[in-house]
C-alpha cells in the first residue's frame, strides 16, 4: 500500500535537506513534492538561492551563489536549475497564487494542484492545492491548516512511500522539523483562523517574518 506524508516547515532550507535525505535513502523524485512561500524573495529564478535568506546554503567557492545553480541557464520556464542534474530541486519553478502569494514549487503535488485549479471560478490554486491533498487522502480539515501554513510561509513537504519505507520517511521529514497539522492547528485557530480563505490578501515579507518568529527551528 502507499502512504501520503505530509509536513509543514517553518523554514525551506529545513524542507530541502529533508527531500534531500529522502532521496538518498531511495525515494524517487517523482514521489516528492514541495510548495514553498517565497515572499521574502529566497529563490530568484535568474539567480538561484539567496545567501541571506535560506540557511543550508552550499558555497564552497564564497562566491555567493549557490554551488548547485552554478551553470544553470537562465530564464528557464521552471526556474533556475539546481545542479543540472536529476531530482526534485532540479525542477523547481516559480508561481503568483493569488490567496497564496509567490510560491516555488516543485513534484507532483504542485502539478496536480495547478491542474486541478486550471479553470475554477473561485479559489484558484489554492482550492487546487487544497483539492490535491484531500484526493490524496488528507482529511480537509489539515489540509486547510496546511494550506495556511504555506499562506503564513511555510513550506509543505509530501512523499509518496510504501508501507515499508513510512517510518524511515516520517523519522526524515521530523528530523529536519516538519510537523504535521495537528502541531499548528491550534494555534492558527487561536487567532482566529477557522480555514483557508482564497480571497485573503497575500501576507508581506515583514508579516512571513514576524509570522516565522513564532516558530523558531526546534
Known amino acids: 500500500m502507499t502512504h501520503t506524508i505530509v509536513r509543514l516547515f517553518s523554514h525551506p532550507s529545513d524542507a530541502f535537506q529533508a527531500t534531500e535525505k529522502l532521496e538518498r535513502m531511495g525515494i524517487s523524485h517523482s514521489d516528492i513534492s514541495v510548495v514553498a512561500n517565497n515572499a521574502e524573495g529566497w529563490y530568484d529564478k535568474d539567480k538561484g538561492l539567496h545567501h541571506d535568506r535560506l540557511r543550508g546554503m552550499k558555497d564552497n567557492n564564497h562566491d555567493g551563489t549557490d554551488d548547485r545553480i552554478e551553470g544553470a541557464g537562465k530564464g528557464a520556464s521552471t526556474g533556475a536549475v539546481l545542479g543540472g542534474g536529476a531530482g526534485l530541486l532540479a525542477g523547481l519553478g516559480m508561481l503568483a497564487i493569488p490567496g497564496l502569494g509567490p510560491i516555488v514549487a516543485a513534484g507532483w503535488l504542485a502539478a496536480t494542484a495547478t491542474g486541478a485549479a486550471a479553470g475554477a471560478v473561485a479559489g ?57 497539522a495537528s502541531g499548528r492547528s491550534s494555534a492558527y485557530r487561536d487567532t482566529g483562523w477557522s480555514g483557508i480563505d482564497p480571497a485573503a490578501p497575500d501576507m508581506t515579507a515583514d508579516e512571513i517574518r514576524a509570522e516565522r518568529m513564532r516558530y523558531p527551528r526546534s
Do not use: C, F, M, N
Open 124 to 180: 484558484g490554486t489554492v482550492g487546487g492545492l487544497l483539492g490535491a491533498l484531500t484526493k490524496d487522502g488528507v482529511p480537509e480539515q489539515d489540509a486547510h491548516v496546511y494550506t495556511e501554513g504555506v499562506r503564513r510561509g511555510g513550506t509543505l513537504v509530501s512523499v509518496r512511500v510504501s508501507d515499508a519505507q513510512a517510518r524511515d520517511a516520517e523519522a526524515v521529514l521530523r528530523e529536519y522539523g516538519g510537523i504535521d
